[in-house]
T-cell receptor, first 118, second 112 residues
């Protein structure tokens, strides 16, 4: 199946700093990527849909000025958490649509980035 | 507000037995249904997808969908310790794997 990578896999930062997370599709072109957040013992919550060459679509309740998404190429989307605070500590996961082994469109998930804000 | 409900568990099943995981969803217009497996600290991986009423089998896994009851389930036959994980039910209102709404997951433990 398609491979999606994320970098970094984990990051610890001080409160008030900004953190950039990269999501790359390694062997396919991704017009659309999704960004999720998962708090401990909770499910994945979709934050935004990232579209190559256009503005991201944010879900209700997600601050677009705090979570900046850039999808400048068909293989790279970035999520920047600006002025991070301890409550932003979470597991951030990206995914991308690609053809699955059964011919269906499938979301392939990156390995995730664990963000800890001190 | 679209909701996907799962029993959080934990669900403990002896090795070799059948594990049964259940999921209900609120949006009657939902078209696509998925089961993901998530190991602790890892991202989800797709186990099964199902789009029409009835059963769909893939190896030891069987997905069952009943749109009238807004219910989807996953059966795991011959459970193995490696099946121990959190299983996430996800629903989409399109015929595809776009914009998924996830349940909170059921934690499954297979007891050797």
């Amino acid at each position: 199946g398609a491979v999606v990578s994320q970098h970094p896999s984990w990051v610890i930062c001080k409160s008030g700093t900004s953190v950039k997370i990269e999501c790359r599709s390694l062997d396919f072109q991704a017009t659309t990527m999704f960004w999720y957040r998962q708090f401990p013992k909770q499910s994945l919550m979709l934050m935004a849909t990232s579209n190559e060459g256009s503005k991201a679509t944010y879900e209700q309740g997600v601050e677009k000025d705090k979570f900046l998404i850039n999808h400048a190429s068909l293989t790279l989307s970035t999520l920047t958490v600006t002025s991070a605070h301890p409550e932003d500590s979470s597991f951030y996961i990206c995914s991308s649509l690609a053809g699955g082994p059964n011919g269906d469109n499938e979301q392939f998930f990156g390995p995730g980035t664990r963000l800890t804000v001190l | 507000q679209k909701e996907v409900e799962q029993n959080s568990g934990p669900l403990s099943v002896p090795e070799g037995a059948i594990a049964s995981l259940n999921c209900t969803y609120s949006d009657r217009g939902s078209q696509s249904f998925f089961w993901y497996r998530q190991y602790s600290g890892k991202s989800p991986e797709l186990i099964m997808s199902i789009y029409s009423n009835g059963d769909k089998e893939d190896g030891r896994f069987t997905a069952q969908l009943n749109k009238a009851s807004q219910y989807v389930s996953l059966l795991i036959r011959d459970s193995q310790p490696s099946d121990s994980a959190t299983y996430l039910c996800a629903v989409s209102d399109t015929f595809g794997n776009e914009k998924l709404t996830f349940g909170t997951g059921t934690r499954l433990t297979i007891i050797p």
